[in-house]
């Protein structure tokens, strides 16, 4: 027992000094590792000692110290330590992202999707799509791929690795079939994870964006659905089921506008793609388009977007209206929270001209006053290769919560069983 807790310890300490090393985003002394983990410089040295012979650190330049005495080597992540492929999953779209050990996009892929799609279907198309992004790589990329993090829309209970609800599957009736993730995983020879998209771009935000040493952020996606992901005091915040931060089904009105998760009212239901497509095409300001599909919601959004620009003035009111609803909900998500930072990111964006003023008025009225003034709101698209590169960070933070396993991919590739284990679980 006293030797199981020890183990359990030196690979916490391991993934420790392995994650602070990650989150620098440059190069740092043990002096600096010791800072920010807390641990003695002799346990610093042991432990950096044991990801260097490893191969997850090396050793890089060299900074004066500040005594004028010798000059100390700073450590850096070892990019080609591993290999591993982030995906974003749309209801349109599909877009693969390989990563190296740092978090380096290294190839991306972008083929058209047609959802909603059988579990079965979106495991064969995922398989392919991953294996030409990494056969366009060449190389040895496939031998040394650690591990493949996928990225849906919906509610994704990523603890049990299941889909409980996405739009881009077709209910699933066959309650025999193995949870998302084991069939990837099956399919794919390596580890998978799967994780709410939303929460997987606040990820990477955290790792590499705007929101890198902001401790509260809610970071909002507009597209076909709306999405919310928090971090909450430096970390990814889940809940007990992974559950957490689905506000966007948050319930505006009761018997309300049905949502595609089923439940009526949701506030998706009246700001989201899909929402707007349908109101338009209600009031008969478009017509002819299938808003049950995703092509058609798209191209219908599309011409809203078109007809509002024109200076059609009804056109013009759904995105007011969608800007004042959102901008409330975030207000009173800021009341909740406190974030710091609110990111609004996602293909939405790019109309953000036709609702963002009645989207600020409505969230600065519905704010607490001494949020008025410390709350930044950034619109902005970053497109979706940085979603995927989030889903990849989530395998790079599996690994380096299995530090002893980081250990031992380079000499005997990955074990799966001992990945999806937590140092806490
Ligand atoms: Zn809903």
New binding site residues.
Partial sequence: MARLQSRQISQLHLYQVLHAVRLAQEPVSRAEVGDITGLSQPAVSSLTRRLLESGALVEVGARPSQGGGRRERELALNPDHAWVVGVKVAVHQLTVALCDFAGGVRNTLKVPLSSPMTQAALVRVLSREIEACLAQAGGTVRQRLAGVGVALPGFIDSIRGEVLWSPVLKPNRNKEAAPLDHALTEAMGVPVFIENDANMLALAEQWFGQAARVANVAVITLEHGLGLGLVLNGELYRGHSGLAAELA?LQVQRNGLT???G?QG?L??YVAHYAMARQAQASGLIAGYDTDSAEGVMAAHAELTRLARQGNAAAREVFETQGSVLGQWIGNVVNLLAPQLVLLDGDGTSAADLYEPALRDAMAQAMLLPHRTGVQLVVRQQGDEVWARGAASLVLQRLDESAEVVESVSRHGFESENVGRRPDA
């Fill in positions: 089904h949502c595609q998760c439940k949701c998706e239901a």
